[in-house]
C-alpha cells in the first residue's frame, strides 16, 4: 500500500533547545528534528522560526532531552513563539509567549559553557556549539550542525563509577506522527554496547 502522510516523524526524539535572545534573555523551543553523529547532533529548524534566527545571530544552544514525564511541558510550548511581533505565517496557529520557561512550568538553571541556560527537568542537557548550517534540498529546513561541548546528565540514569548512560533507566521522550511516547521494554543490545 502505498500512502501519503503529511509528516515523516516515524518515531524521533523531542529536544527542547535554548537559545538567546537579542537582549540576552532565553528562548526556548520543542524540535522533534534531532539526531547525533558522534559528539555532533544535527538539528532541523524552520528556517523563519525564533531559534533559527537566534542560532545564526548568537550560535550557542542547549539541546534539553526530556524524558516521557515531560511531554505535557512540551506541548505547552507548542503553540508559542518568541518572536515579536508574531510573523504573519505563523499567526494563525501561534502566540508570542517572552518567558516560555514559565509557561512551560520549567526551570532555567545556568550552563557552564554556553550562555543559553539549560531545562532543569530535563534528564540529559547538552550544551554545544552551532558549528556550520545549511538549507536541506528544497529550501523548506535549516539544518544546524552543533557540537557537544558539556554534557549533563541526572545521576539516577547513569550508571554509578561510568560516564554511561543507563539505557534500563532512561528512556528519551519519542514523537511518534505527532503524539507522544516513552520507550517499551528492551528487546537486546548493540554487540557494540559497553552496558549489558
Known sequence: MIIAPKILYFGTPVVLLSSENGDGSANLAPNSSAWALGHTLVLGLGPAGHTAYNLAKRPEVVINVPG?????A????????????VP??????????RDKFG?????????????????AECPLQLEALVEATSYNATDDFLIAQASVVAVHADPDIVVPGTDHVDPRKWSPLIYNFR???GLGDRLGHNFRAETA
Open 74 to 85: 512540551v506541548e505547552r510550548l507548542a503553540d508559542l513563539t518568541g518572536a515579536w511581533p
Open 68 to 72: 516521557p514525564r515531560q511531554w505535557a
Open 88 to 97: 504573519d505565517h505563523k499567526q494563525a496557529a501561534y502566540r508570542h509567549e
Open 179 to 181: 503524539h507522544y511516547f
Open 103 to 119: 509557561a512551560a512550568g520549567l526551570t532555567a538553571v545556568p550552563s557552564v559553557k554556553v550562555r543559553p541556560p539549560r531545562v
